[in-house]
Structures are given as C-alpha cells and as structure tokens.
C-alpha cells in the first residue's frame, strides 16, 4: 500500500469514536439497519469457552460479558479492564492469592433469565470441563485448578471458587498471586453463560448471550445473522456499550480477492480475511478513505512439532530460524508499511520483548545482533547437516488464503534450498488452527498467526509454549510446537507471580531467551492491520484486541 494512504488514515484522531454518556444508542440517527460482514470461512465451534480464533473472538464481545471485560474504547485505553457483569474491579487481597467481586443486579441473558452467581460458578467450573484451552495457563493459578485438569468430568474448585447468592458475591481463591488475573477474567474464555449448559463443546449451538445482540441462526457453512438482544440493556458503557445496527449478517464463503471487490462496491460493510497483496496499491489509490491501517499485537510465526522428525532435533529447528528471510515474508505479506521482520516472539512494545536477534547472518544465541541483518542459508545447511535430517520430507501447513498460501510456497522453497524435500499442504481457515494444534494429525511444521489475548508477554511465551498447554490428541493444544522446558517455565511461572513489573518484564526475557535458543517455533514477522471497510459505515471504531467493534459502527 502507497505510505500515503496508511499516512492519512493514522491522522485520524484518536478516542474520536469513544461511547459517551451512559452507552446508549437510542434516539440516535444512526441507529438502524443492517451491517453485512464476511469471511471466507467460518471460525469453528460457537462455544466462547472453548473457540480460540480472532474471528470469534471479535464477535462475542458484542455477544457475551465476563466479569470484567476491555474497555470498548477508539484509544490505547482500550487496554484498559474495566468492570462488567461485577459491579468493581477489585483490590487482591491476601498477598494477591484472593480476588472478591460483586455481581451486578438485572443482567439477563438473551432469554429473560437473570443472571446468578450459581451461573458465574458454573461459567468457571465448565472451563475445565470442556477443556477451554486456557482453562490451565490463564485459570491454573485457581485453587482446586490441579485435579480439575486432572479429572475435568468432576471439576468442583473446592476452596478456590465460593458464591453467595445472598450478597451476589464471587470469590476466587489463588494458589499463588497472579498479577494479570483480572485480565484473564476479561478474556471471552470467561464469558459467563448459564449454568444448565452442556458440558461438552457447544459446536454450531449457540448459548444465550448478556451482549448487545444475540443470534438468529448459524449455518458454519453459508453464515450467521444477528439481531439485537431485547433483554439487553447499559450497565456499563465502557465495558458493553449499546449496538447502533439492528441486525448483523455474517456470510461464509467468499474468497479474499472476490471480497475485496465486495466491499469495494458496496455489496458487503466489512471483510475479514487479510487483503491480497496484489490489491493493496489498488486499495491505497481508489479507496483511501475506506481503508484503515491500525497497529496490532500480532505475529506470524512457523511452529515445529519438537516429538516428531525432524524437528525433534534442535539443530534442525535452528536451521529453519536461520535460513527464514524475514525480509521477503514481510513483502509476502504486504510490504513495509503493514508488516516487519520479527526476531522473537514477543512482539516489540510488550514488556519483556527482546531488543536483538540471534538467528541472522553474523549472529548466533550466545552472540545476538542488534537487528535482523539477513538470512543465512549457508549456515542453516550446516546445521541440517549436523542434525542428520537432510533428505527428510517435510510437510507445511498454511491456511489457503493467497497471502498465506504464498508465505507457504516460499517456506517450501527454503526448506528445500537447505537440505529437505519439503511440500505444502493448504487447509480452509475454518480447521487449520485445530488440525495444526492435534498431534494425531503429525503436523511436523505450520503457518499461522497470533495475536494478543491482552498486552503480555505470557500471551505469546506462556500461551504457546508453557507446559500445561501442550494437550496431545485434541485441537485445543495451544502450545503447537509441544515444547515444554522446566527452566523456561519457572521463569515464567515467577514472572506471571511478580507484582514489580520491571522484575517481570525481566523474567520473561529470561524465558524468552530460553525459548529461542531451543526454537520451537520461528518468529516471523509482526503486523499491523489493514481493514477494508464500505463507503456507507461510518463511525469506525477500532480496539487493540478485538479490531472493529461490530456494535459501535453505523451503516447509512
């Protein structure tokens, strides 16, 4: 995209688009209509307990409430927590090991029933049931936590969850402090449901919703539509402010480059799908004004699976980092101006990031550069050599999009030049993530992308390589690569313990250097975000984590 373009849309003033008042939409001119979103696929399984995709993700903020929840803000304070169905973002006490909360009067869900706190201890409890697949890195740390991983069937959290339906208190009891609890509360992994919901992954099923909208119907293979909740109403403006649109249609089916010129016409508000490189001078030249360059906490990194060939071989995994030319998937993806070459895999801006790079020409992890300088081809063939695994066949993963689609053909190609005799195997969005994440499907190396569920280092340190979340035979094993190192995961356990956020951001970095000298996975590049949106919405309306907020934009 031409720098002007993403030039004029980052002047736009930030915070312009902030609810105001106490949230409500009523009696606006805006208010009405129909927002037409679509992707090419479908995301998986409806259930916000157990669904790990930025698709989804991005839909149950208007859908469903935890406790606490991101403030819905057009500014960095979009980072904020703020109070959701609790009526407070508490003070720990204890030490940080007890978290009280009160929850709100007069929440229902989509079908008029209120919502209890028997519903929030349910909500908690099925996490483990249904293994959510952070219900051990975000809710680990929660006593009882241990034999309900153990044995999710019989979760109960004794001694670490107490209710009082009496007072609406919550109670959550901490094995030991864990200064981002509040932000794991805020996650949608916690949304609170009712407490007769099934026990296993609800699937196309939706459960009743406390947001703004609620659904119609669902088909995974054509789309879903939404319409407003009539039970819903403000209790927070920061936390769910009101819908503008009346109904909300989400179509599946439409690939990327069809739907760029969807949007471009007017037939659809919105796309999902990242925007082919071969559109991008085109978008940045003929539809400035509908185009949105955002930054993101978002990575592309390549997992290896570390208990299979041959990337149970380090030396291997480090020839895959030192061969990667960061420079040319940056231009894969879209060039400078929406992507960068990324050495670690905490993205820069994070506390706990680091500032060099070991894998690059010149440099090596006892001997870090301060910046990605080049690919080093004749250095990774030595060490495929060293590792014994030339020769072996070697399967890529991709997501069968044309950005990622190309972005696998040229890791193919590299994994070819150094010694390997390597293929692409392309999958829809709709099953890529699950089927790279089950061990039984023997995914040996993958594609994908990774964006921050809050801005922490955990997020990409923790959640993708901490031991309790490698699950082998099922599709919410986070942790891809199946790497689990005792002494990374103590400095990570002590960094997630650690109230001094300089000392934490240490500790991570300790992590984090564990973690790339091991290289189970290959950063890749970071990203910022290119939305696409129609000439009839107005009111754009973008948050760090979730992107554009469906309920705060408004269609003419």
């Known amino acids: 995209m031409p720098r002007h373009a993403a030039r004029a849309q980052d002047s736009a003033p930030a915070g312009s688009a902030r609810p105001v008042g106490d949230g409500q939409t009523l009696g606006s001119p805006h208010r009405g209509g129909t927002l037409r979103l679509t992707a090419s696929s479908s995301g998986g399984t409806l259930d916000p307990q157990i669904n790990y995709t930025s698709e989804y993700a991005q839909l149950f903020t208007v859908l469903y409430d935890g406790l606490l929840n991101f403030r819905k803000a057009d500014d960095r304070t979009s980072d904020d927590v703020v109070p959701d169905l609790a009526e407070a973002v508490p003070q720990p006490e204890d030490g940080g090991r007890t978290w009280r909360f009160t929850l709100r009067q007069g929440v229902r869900f989509s079908t008029g029933q209120v919502v209890t706190v028997a519903d929030v201890a349910a909500s908690i409890r099925r996490l483990f049931r249904v293994g959510s697949p952070t219900a051990g890195s975000f809710y680990g740390a929660i006593v009882g936590a241990d034999a309900c991983l153990r044995d999710p069937a019989h979760c109960t959290l004794a001694g670490g969850l107490e209710v009082d339906p009496a007072t609406r208190a919550v109670v959550f009891h901490l094995s030991q402090p864990d200064a981002e609890f509040p932000q794991k509360l805020a996650f949608p992994h916690a949304s609170i449901l009712p407490a007769d919901m099934p026990d296993h992954d609800l699937g196309n099923v939706p459960a009743p919703t406390t947001g703004p909208y609620r659904f119609v119907s669902y088909d995974p293979d054509r789309g879903a539509v939404l319409e407003r909740n009539p039970f819903f109403h403000v209790w927070s403006a920061d936390a769910q402010p009101d819908g503008y649109v009346d109904y909300i249609h989400y179509d599946f089916g439409l690939p990327d480059e069809a739907a760029v010129t969807a949007v471009e016409n007017g037939q659809y508000d919105w796309m999902f799908d990242m925007k082919p490189l071969d559109r991008l001078g085109e978008l940045g030249a003929r539809h400035t ?268």
């Open 289 to 556: 004004r509908q185009v949105h360059l955002r930054a993101l906490y978002g990575i592309y990194y390549v997992p290896m699976n570390v208990n299979i060939p041959p990337f149970n071989n380090r030396l291997a995994r480090q020839a895959v980092n030192r061969a990667l030319d960061r420079r040319a998937m940056t231009i894969l993806y879209g060039g400078a101006a929406v992507a960068g070459p990324l050495c670690t895999m905490v993205p820069p801006g994070i506390p706990g990031a680091l500032d060099d790079c070991a894998y690059t020409t010149g440099a090596d992890p006892d001997h870090p550069a301060p910046s990605w300088q080049g690919a080093d081809l004749e250095g990774a063939r030595r060490l495929v050599a060293a590792s014994g695994t030339a020769g072996q066949k070697v399967t890529v993963v991709v997501q069968n999009t044309a950005v990622e689609m190309s972005m696998g053909v040229w890791l193919r190609n590299m994994l070819q030049a150094i010694g390997y005799d390597a293929s692409v195997k392309p999958l829809s969005h709709a099953v890529q993530l699950g089927y790279i994440q089950n061990t039984s499907n023997h995914v040996q190396i993958s594609l994908t992308d990774w964006f921050a569920d809050y801005p922490s280092a955990s997020n990409f340190l923790d959640d993708l390589f901490g031991c309790e979340n490698f699950h082998p035979g099922t599709d919410n094993s986070i942790n891809i690569a199946g790497y689990c190192n005792k002494d990374a995961q103590a400095a990570m356990d002590a960094a997630k313990q650690e109230t001094d956020p300089a000392r934490a951001a240490q500790l991570w970095a300790q992590a984090g250097r564990i973690i790339a000298r091991d290289s189970p996975a290959a950063p890749v590049i970071r990203i910022n975000y290119i939305d696409l949106v129609s000439s009839r919405m107005g009111n754009y309306f973008y948050t760090d984590l979730y992107h554009l907020i469906f309920s705060q934009v408004w269609v003419r």
